[in-house]
Protein backbone atom coordinates (compact mmCIF):
# COMPACT_ATOMS: atom_id res chain seq x y z
CA UNK A 1 0.00 0.00 0.00
CA UNK A 2 1.36 3.07 -1.40
CA UNK A 3 0.74 6.18 1.09
CA UNK A 4 1.29 8.94 -1.69
CA UNK A 5 4.25 10.64 -0.15
CA UNK A 6 7.25 11.63 -2.20
CA UNK A 7 11.04 11.17 -1.94
CA UNK A 8 13.00 14.94 -2.03
CA UNK A 9 15.54 15.75 -3.87
CA UNK A 10 17.49 16.51 -1.08
CA UNK A 11 17.34 12.77 -0.30
CA UNK A 12 18.94 11.76 -3.28
CA UNK A 13 21.70 14.15 -3.34
CA UNK A 14 22.48 13.26 0.50
CA UNK A 15 22.49 9.99 -0.61
CA UNK A 16 24.98 10.30 -3.41
CA UNK A 17 27.04 12.39 -1.12
CA UNK A 18 27.51 9.27 1.36
CA UNK A 19 27.84 6.74 -1.41
CA UNK A 20 30.20 8.07 -3.98
CA UNK A 21 32.00 11.01 -2.17
CA UNK A 22 31.59 9.35 1.90
CA UNK A 23 30.68 12.94 2.82
CA UNK A 24 28.80 11.39 5.48
CA UNK A 25 28.48 8.32 7.58
CA UNK A 26 24.38 8.21 7.58
CA UNK A 27 21.84 10.09 6.93
CA UNK A 28 18.15 10.00 9.04
CA UNK A 29 15.06 11.01 6.92
CA UNK A 30 11.89 11.65 7.92
CA UNK A 31 8.43 12.64 6.95
CA UNK A 32 7.71 16.79 6.37
CA UNK A 33 5.58 18.40 8.88
CA UNK A 34 2.95 18.77 5.96
CA UNK A 35 3.25 15.06 5.42
CA UNK A 36 3.59 15.32 1.93
CA UNK A 37 7.59 14.07 1.73
CA UNK A 38 10.43 12.55 2.54
CA UNK A 39 13.62 14.68 4.11
CA UNK A 40 16.66 13.94 4.90
CA UNK A 41 16.33 15.31 8.96
CA UNK A 42 20.08 15.07 9.58
CA UNK A 43 23.64 13.69 7.99
CA UNK A 44 26.59 13.45 9.75
CA UNK A 45 30.67 12.28 9.35
CA UNK A 46 30.66 10.49 12.81
CA UNK A 47 32.17 7.29 12.90
CA UNK A 48 30.80 6.13 16.59
CA UNK A 49 27.88 3.80 16.17
CA UNK A 50 26.73 5.38 19.41
CA UNK A 51 26.22 8.19 17.66
CA UNK A 52 24.18 7.20 15.24
CA UNK A 53 22.30 5.56 17.47
CA UNK A 54 21.53 8.04 20.01
CA UNK A 55 19.85 9.83 16.55
CA UNK A 56 17.15 7.36 16.52
CA UNK A 57 14.15 8.52 18.90
CA UNK A 58 12.71 6.38 21.38
CA UNK A 59 8.97 7.17 20.43
CA UNK A 60 9.45 8.34 16.67
CA UNK A 61 9.81 6.56 13.55
CA UNK A 62 12.46 7.25 11.48
CA UNK A 63 14.39 5.72 8.35
CA UNK A 64 18.42 5.54 7.93
CA UNK A 65 21.02 4.97 5.52
CA UNK A 66 24.16 3.81 7.47
CA UNK A 67 27.85 3.49 5.75
CA UNK A 68 28.53 0.45 7.74
CA UNK A 69 32.37 -1.01 7.81
CA UNK A 70 33.28 -3.98 8.97
CA UNK A 71 36.30 -6.46 8.56
CA UNK A 72 36.18 -9.97 7.75
CA UNK A 73 38.68 -12.36 6.92
CA UNK A 74 41.20 -9.65 7.37
CA UNK A 75 39.54 -7.49 4.65
CA UNK A 76 38.09 -4.05 5.55
CA UNK A 77 34.42 -4.03 4.05
CA UNK A 78 31.62 -1.79 3.68
CA UNK A 79 27.93 -2.15 3.27
CA UNK A 80 25.35 0.71 2.79
CA UNK A 81 22.60 -0.36 5.32
CA UNK A 82 18.63 0.61 5.17
CA UNK A 83 17.29 1.06 8.75
CA UNK A 84 13.16 1.20 8.63
CA UNK A 85 12.94 2.32 12.98
CA UNK A 86 9.48 1.92 14.28
CA UNK A 87 9.96 1.99 18.21
CA UNK A 88 7.03 0.36 20.10
CA UNK A 89 6.41 3.14 21.69
CA UNK A 90 6.18 5.21 18.58
CA UNK A 91 2.36 6.56 17.88
CA UNK A 92 -0.01 3.79 15.56
CA UNK A 93 -0.71 6.60 12.64
CA UNK A 94 2.76 7.38 12.30
CA UNK A 95 3.85 3.72 12.34
CA UNK A 96 1.21 3.14 9.89
CA UNK A 97 2.16 6.06 7.66
CA UNK A 98 6.21 4.90 7.66
CA UNK A 99 5.33 1.70 6.39
CA UNK A 100 3.29 2.60 3.53
CA UNK A 101 5.80 5.07 2.64
CA UNK A 102 8.91 3.23 3.33
CA UNK A 103 9.02 1.40 -0.29
CA UNK A 104 9.21 4.94 -1.65
CA UNK A 105 12.34 6.05 -0.46
CA UNK A 106 14.08 2.54 -0.47
CA UNK A 107 13.24 1.90 -4.22
CA UNK A 108 15.23 5.58 -4.62
CA UNK A 109 18.15 4.56 -2.91
CA UNK A 110 20.12 2.30 -5.67
CA UNK A 111 22.90 0.29 -4.25
CA UNK A 112 21.87 -0.40 -0.74
CA UNK A 113 23.20 -4.04 0.59
CA UNK A 114 21.50 -4.66 4.04
CA UNK A 115 17.91 -3.87 5.28
CA UNK A 116 17.06 -3.85 8.43
CA UNK A 117 13.66 -3.30 10.49
CA UNK A 118 14.19 -2.18 14.21
CA UNK A 119 11.30 -1.92 16.81
CA UNK A 120 14.01 -1.70 19.63
CA UNK A 121 17.56 -0.56 20.10
CA UNK A 122 18.72 -4.39 20.49
CA UNK A 123 18.01 -5.21 16.76
CA UNK A 124 19.76 -1.97 15.51
CA UNK A 125 22.88 -2.13 17.83
CA UNK A 126 26.06 -2.64 16.23
CA UNK A 127 26.64 -6.81 16.59
CA UNK A 128 23.11 -7.04 15.10
CA UNK A 129 23.60 -4.90 12.29
CA UNK A 130 27.50 -6.69 11.79
CA UNK A 131 25.79 -10.46 11.92
CA UNK A 132 23.72 -9.52 8.93
CA UNK A 133 26.52 -7.53 7.25
CA UNK A 134 28.71 -10.96 7.55
CA UNK A 135 26.26 -13.00 6.12
CA UNK A 136 26.00 -11.12 3.24
CA UNK A 137 29.51 -10.99 2.37
CA UNK A 138 31.03 -13.76 0.39
Known sequence: MASGVSVSDRCLEEYHALKQSRKHKYIIFALSSDLSSIVPLKSSASTSYEDFLEDLPEKECRWAVYDF??????????????????PDDAKIKQKMLFASSRDALRRSLVGIAIEIQGTEYSEVEYDAILDKASRSTR
Open 69 to 86: EFEKDGAKRNKICFISWS
